[in-house]
């Protein structure tokens, strides 16, 4: 591995992808026209930097955490 840290954060509804938000481009993926209102309500209230630091900080040290106690 060279370190570097991806991931992504997905939700879905009733069985069915509704939005996702992708580390490496930084951006939200709306599944469809349902999920684009949510895609610009979570642009527009900066969502992405709390999802942004949850995936490159608290998960990897949750994980980290994780495998250490086994």
Do not use: M, Q
Request: proline share 1%; with cysteine; hydrophobic share 30%.
């Amino acid at each position: 591995s060279d370190g570097s840290i991806r991931g992504s954060d997905r939700h879905g509804y009733d069985g069915r992808d509704f939005l996702s938000f992708e580390l490496g481009s930084k951006s939200f993926v709306a599944a469809d026209d349902a999920a684009e209102v949510t895609r610009r309500l979570w642009e527009d209230e900066n969502v992405a930097e709390g999802l942004e630091n949850y995936l490159k900080h608290v998960c990897p040290e949750g994980l980290r955490k994780y495998v250490e106690y086994g």
